[in-house]
């Protein structure tokens, strides 16, 4: 029996002197598939729990342990950048109007946290300067240009905010600006080639083309499809042309999980808490 021990204990150091790597590269195997990096992206901020493009929201993503967030940009009568996603301050606001009719100091004054919940009553609607101050080094940040027909020139403004604080570059602080508007990607391309650029797709029951994913591939890094779109066929020609996908907006579970199982790249959803890959 003792015998019998002692060639167990043998094999056993046997195998850890020589296949050391090999026992490794297992454990690899294990992790990797677990640990593909999935963007976790709060879509308006963490806007399932606090007012939409807001300071709170922003500030419960980070606190949420997402990424990044996403945040909507649009532009004051007197050409000031500001972060709302409607093109009237009607439903998230006290005030009425469209955006490029008012002024900064009047948008300003208005309240965006109440619609949400008295909790938030006083909330702004912050600057796209004021946003990049708070956060930078502290969250990914994935811009939507809204209404680029409203507003001539954004690209070019939106550009001069990113540069102006250093924030043009690849670091540790991911920027990605995207719009439906794919000529406005193009032109936002063109002027700041170092910020990555994505092109947002409303569902449609054709799917995508190789010639529409042909002519993204000049100048976008990512195509971010409504999530009812995206399968593991779509995924793969996606990633085909080196593109990755950040499909939206995820607000249920179910959602979630079909998504992180079939290994997207990013998912922007309301709920930041949902897109946990450890719960699978
Ligand atoms: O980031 C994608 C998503 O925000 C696009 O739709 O209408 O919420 O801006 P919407
Ligand atoms: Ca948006």
């Known amino acids: ?11 056993v150091l046997f195998f850890t002197m020589f296949f050391p790597s090999g026992m490794a590269l297992a454990d690899d195997e294990v992790s990797t598939k677990d640990q593909k990096q999935i963007l976790n992206i709060s879509h308006r901020g963490a806007s399932g729990y606090a007012p939409e493009n807001t300071m709170a929201a922003f500030e419960k993503a980070v606190d949420m342990k997402s990424e990044m967030f996403e945040l909507d940009v649009q ?8 972060v709302i996603h409607d093109t009237t301050v009607d439903r998230t606001t006290d005030g009425t109007g469209e955006v490029k009719d008012l002024t900064y100091d009047e948008i300003a004054e208005l309240d965006a946290g109440s619609f949400f919940s008295e ?6 609607i912050p600057t796209l300067g004021e946003v990049l101050d708070q956060f930078k080094g ?10 680029h027909s409203k507003y001539p020139g954004i690209e070019q403004k939106v550009a001069d905010e990113l540069t102006s604080r250093n924030m043009d570059k690849p670091n540790n602080n991911k920027i990605i600006v995207q719009s439906f508007d794919h000529e406005s990607m193009e ?3 063109s002027i700041l080639p170092s910020v990555p ?12 083309s190789e010639a529409e994913l042909s002519d ?19 995924l793969e020609r996606i990633h085909d042309f080196e593109m990755e996908t950040h499909p939206w907006t995820v607000r249920d579970q179910e959602s979630a999980d079909y998504l992180l199982n ?3 790249d990013g998912i922007i959803t309301d709920y930041p808490d949902y897109v946990d890959p450890h719960k699978q």
Do not use: W
């Not at 502290?138 to 209404?147: A, C, D, F, M, Y």
């Open 216 to 234: 993204f591939a000049q100048y976008a890094d990512y195509v971010n499809p409504n999530k009812d779109m995206i399968d593991a066929d779509l």
């Open 1 to 11: 029996m003792k015998k019998c021990l002692g060639c167990i204990l043998m094999a």
């Open 119 to 124: 909790e938030f009553e006083g909330e702004k």
């Open 138 to 147: 502290r969250s990914g940040i994935l811009i939507e240009l809204k209404s």
């Open 75 to 82: 532009m004051s009568k007197d050409g000031e950048l500001v």
């Open 262 to 264: 079939l290994g997207v």
């Open 187 to 189: 032109t936002f391309h």
């Open 197 to 208: 650029v994505g092109v947002l797709l409303n569902y449609s029951p054709d799917g995508i």
